[in-house]
């Protein structure tokens, strides 16, 4: 390059003449400049990468974990996320119990409380169409995945809304909603 003459550095006058230094000079600038692409390259890989959702995007490092949470919750034995409505018109606030009771179509409105399905209805093993109860939630069991993972029907089960979704049942006890229940 005209104009441009790169200072040989001291240890070339003693190893190369300046006809080798003029052939590995191209050479040497070649590799300068992809060490400097490199370094700015993988600098720029370790930036917070950007996740967009329906709410906007954002390159706060939570952002993935959480989207990934929310995701995996919502994800039938198909892999397909499943909403299957929000809050029914009638039930509180807190509707799982409420919800659960329309669709099996019971009318009893203690079932509007989730624990109160745990005191009305027999108690039994975990199996597909029997209740998951716990203080404060109670949702159907539909099929079994593997170990204490099942995919449910989940009225109130997250963001407000009813999903059908995979959850774990550890610290549920299992009722029979088709059994007959006390008459208190």
Known sequence: MKGFEAKRPAWVAETLNATTWDKLRP???FLIGVTAITVIA?????AAPVTCDQ??????????QVQTRHARRSIDANGNA??????PAGCPHAYCGCGLARYLGLKDKRLNLAWSWAK????TSAAPGMAAVRRGHVM?????????????????????????????????????????????
Not at 120 to 123: K, M, S, T, W, Y
């Open 27 to 29: 050479v040497v600038g």
């Open 42 to 46: 993988v600098s720029m890989a370790s």
């Open 55 to 64: 709410r906007g995007c954002s390159d706060w490092q939570g952002a993935k």
């Open 82 to 87: 499943i909403v299957i409505g929000g809050r």
């Open 120 to 123: 009305l209805f027999p108690r």
């Open 140 to 184: 159907l069991l539909q099929s079994h995945v593997e170990g204490t993972r099942w995919i449910v029907r989940d009225y109130n089960g997250g963001r407000h809304l009813s999903w059908i979704h995979e959850r774990d049942v550890r610290g549920f006890v299992f009722v029979n909603p088709h059994g007959s229940y006390a008459e208190r």
